[in-house]
Each structure stands twice: as C-alpha cells, then as structure tokens.
C-alpha cells in the first residue's frame, strides 16, 4: 500500500546526524498517525553515514537507503529520491538537523486539504552566517523575478512538501535543486505555497556548500528562464535577436551608399566608406544577425532531433 508520506533526505557525509534525525522523524509520524517511508539518499559520503544507515533500516522497515557509488550532488539525490518515493505527499529535508521534523504534518495538511502543488519553507528566522543570508536575499529576489513565483520567500529551503504528480514529472539535475518550484511552475503545477519554519544552527559537521553557490545559482537561473520561455521554440529569440541586428546592418548600409551617391550625383569627390562609422556598423551588425540566426538553426535542430520535443505535460485523457 502507498504510504501517506515518503520523507527524501539526501545526505553526504552526516553520520552523526542521521540517528538523530530518523528517531525524531518516527516520533512525529507515529504521534500523527501517518503511514510512511524514510529515503535516505547517501550521497557518496566517506564517512559513516552508510552504516548508520544500514543499521537503522535494521531496526525499522520503514527506512530506505540509496547509496550512490560517488558524490554527485544533492540534485541527483534529489532525482534519485523523487524517482523511488512512492508516497501521496513527498517531503524533503536536509539530513543536518536544520530542517524541523515537527513541520511534516502542517505541510502534509496544506497539501492533502489546502490542494497546494508544493510548499517550501521559509527560514524567516535563520541561524546561519551573515555572509549567507544577506546574498540568499538578493539571491531570492532575482528568483522571484525571473520565475515570476512573487509568493516565495526562500527558494533553496530544504525542507518542501509536494504533492506525488509533482516530483514524477520534473527531473531535477546539476544544481537545479536551487529552483524546483520554478521547475513545478514550468511544468504546470503552479499553486506554490509557502509556510514559515523554524531553523536550527548546524549540530554536527560543516556547509557542504560554499560562496559559489550564488555564482552557479544564477547561471542555472539563466538557464531555467531560457529552457522555459524558449527551450522548445530557440529560432523565436535568436531569429528575433538576429533579424534586429540585420535591420540595424541594412539601415547602416543604406546611410554609407546614400552618402556615396550623393556626392556622386552632385559631382564632388566621394569619401572613402571606410571613412564613415556607419560601414563598421554596418559590417558587424550583419555579421552578428548572420551568427544569431544560425544559431537559432543549430538550436532548432538539437530540439528537433531532442528525445524531448514531443513531452508535453498532461494532467488528464480519456
Ligand atoms: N548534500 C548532498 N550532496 C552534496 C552536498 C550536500 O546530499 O554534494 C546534502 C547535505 O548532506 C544536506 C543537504 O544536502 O543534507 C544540504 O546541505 P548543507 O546543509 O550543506 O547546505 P546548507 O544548509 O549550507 O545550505
Ligand atoms: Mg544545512
């Protein structure tokens, strides 16, 4: 039978935390009368945390483990945990004690009653260093932006309920695991709901994550917006982009050999087209639309020939 919940931690190197972690998770489920899975994802880890792992799936058959042979990244945990998650209601949290277990049940009813896709936490009060929380707000504004989600707060919060149809239908990769409810957006699921959580200072080990993850995060940002305005359609920017380039070349030209036939008309000595601005605006206006258009070719081309370019959403048939 389907459990009501499947709780996905992706975790490296977190031994100390996962007893811990897993005794508090199963006094809330039993206290709240939930059926549920607990996937524990190592992700890779070289300390203990397999071991724990094993040892608490000896003790109770409501823990799973994945052990990935190598360290690949909390996305890929993430994706692995997705996939095998077999419950109504799919919770993540981080294995390091920050994320509250206490949440699960308030997020399970917002979900199972509220009829939200997704909820996220919010860390409004954070217990992490100042040179974190100040670049996450900037970090969280710029994601408001450009996925148009206004409602979230904390887009990287670990700790997100979603509804099952949700994380079977976005696959999450690299270090996307930043935007899922940008990817749930995209894919169609937009009631993205958001509920306060407490949040803890780091109890045992350290940051798996350090200051380049504004740097990536903005780059996948970038990515994200691409893939989902234009991901299925790249010939309707770049060919837009290279039409404007090419306007603005023939235009130049047209100004460069005006200029040239007047004075031919009227009989004085012509200047060299070198001499006028407008023909190395011209000469790299054109080269520039000539690139961009092929680009959006080469791109029509990938998606064309894309295993994905007939995937499309479908909430219901006959
Ligand atoms: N994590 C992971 N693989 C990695 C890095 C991190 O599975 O390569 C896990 C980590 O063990 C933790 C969660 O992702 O359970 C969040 O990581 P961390 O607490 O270091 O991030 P922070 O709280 O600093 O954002
Ligand atoms: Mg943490």
Redesign the pocket.
């Given at each position: 039978m389907k459990p009501n919940i499947s709780v996905v931690?992706?975790?490296?190197?977190?031994a100390e935390s996962l007893p811990e972690l897993h005794a508090w998770i199963q006094r809330v489920m039993e206290a709240n009368h939930f059926s549920y899975e607990i996937l524990f994802?190592n992700?890779?880890s070289t300390d203990d945390s397999w071991k724990v792992i094993e040892e608490l799936a000896q003790r109770d058959q409501n823990v799973h483990g994945i052990k990935f042979r190598r360290?690949?990244?909390?996305s890929p945990?993430l994706y692995c945990g997705f996939k095998a998650a077999e419950g109504d209601v799919v919770i993540t949290m981080?294995?390091?004690l920050?994320d509250s277990p206490d949440e699960i049940p308030e997020l399970y009813r917002m979900i199972t009653e509220q009829g939200y896709d997704l909820v996220s936490g919010y860390k409004q009060k954070r217990y992490?260093p100042l040179s974190?929380t100040i670049p996450t707000k900037l970090f969280n504004a710029t994601a408001r932006a450009v996925s148009g989600i206004h409602n979230l707060h904390d887009f990287?919060c670990?700790l997100k309920a979603y509804r099952s149809e949700v994380v079977k239908n976005i696959e999450v990769f690299g270090e996307m695991h930043r935007f899922i409810p940008y990817m749930a957006k995209n894919a169609g699921f937009d009631k993205i709901g958001e509920k306060v959580v407490h949040h803890q200072a780091?109890k045992y080990g350290?940051?798996?994550?350090g200051l380049n993850?504004f740097v990536n995060g903005y780059l996948d940002l970038l990515t994200l917006w691409f893939l989902g305005t234009f991901g299925k359609k790249p010939m309707h920017v770049f060919g837009f982009l290279g039409s404007l380039m090419f306007l603005l070349g023939l235009i130049a030209v047209m100004i460069v050999g005006g200029v040239k036939l007047a004075h031919i008309i009227n009989g004085t000595p012509a200047p060299l087209v070198t001499d006028s601005p407008y023909f190395y605006i011209s000469l790299t206006t054109m080269l520039l639309g000539t690139q961009l258009f092929l680009a959006g070719f080469i791109g029509e081309l990938i998606s064309r020939n894309a295993d994905s370019r007939n995937e499309y959403q479908i909430e219901k048939a006959f």
């Amino acid at each position: 039978m389907k459990p009501n919940i499947s709780v996905v931690v992706p975790l490296y190197n977190e031994a100390e935390s996962l007893p811990e972690l897993h005794a508090w998770i199963q006094r809330v489920m039993e206290a709240n009368h939930f059926s549920y899975e607990i996937l524990f994802i190592n992700d890779g880890s070289t300390d203990d945390s397999w071991k724990v792992i094993e040892e608490l799936a000896q003790r109770d058959q409501n823990v799973h483990g994945i052990k990935f042979r190598r360290n690949y990244g909390k996305s890929p945990a993430l994706y692995c945990g997705f996939k095998a998650a077999e419950g109504d209601v799919v919770i993540t949290m981080d294995a390091d004690l920050q994320d509250s277990p206490d949440e699960i049940p308030e997020l399970y009813r917002m979900i199972t009653e509220q009829g939200y896709d997704l909820v996220s936490g919010y860390k409004q009060k954070r217990y992490d260093p100042l040179s974190k929380t100040i670049p996450t707000k900037l970090f969280n504004a710029t994601a408001r932006a450009v996925s148009g989600i206004h409602n979230l707060h904390d887009f990287n919060c670990g700790l997100k309920a979603y509804r099952s149809e949700v994380v079977k239908n976005i696959e999450v990769f690299g270090e996307m695991h930043r935007f899922i409810p940008y990817m749930a957006k995209n894919a169609g699921f937009d009631k993205i709901g958001e509920k306060v959580v407490h949040h803890q200072a780091r109890k045992y080990g350290k940051t798996k994550f350090g200051l380049n993850r504004f740097v990536n995060g903005y780059l996948d940002l970038l990515t994200l917006w691409f893939l989902g305005t234009f991901g299925k359609k790249p010939m309707h920017v770049f060919g837009f982009l290279g039409s404007l380039m090419f306007l603005l070349g023939l235009i130049a030209v047209m100004i460069v050999g005006g200029v040239k036939l007047a004075h031919i008309i009227n009989g004085t000595p012509a200047p060299l087209v070198t001499d006028s601005p407008y023909f190395y605006i011209s000469l790299t206006t054109m080269l520039l639309g000539t690139q961009l258009f092929l680009a959006g070719f080469i791109g029509e081309l990938i998606s064309r020939n894309a295993d994905s370019r007939n995937e499309y959403q479908i909430e219901k048939a006959f």
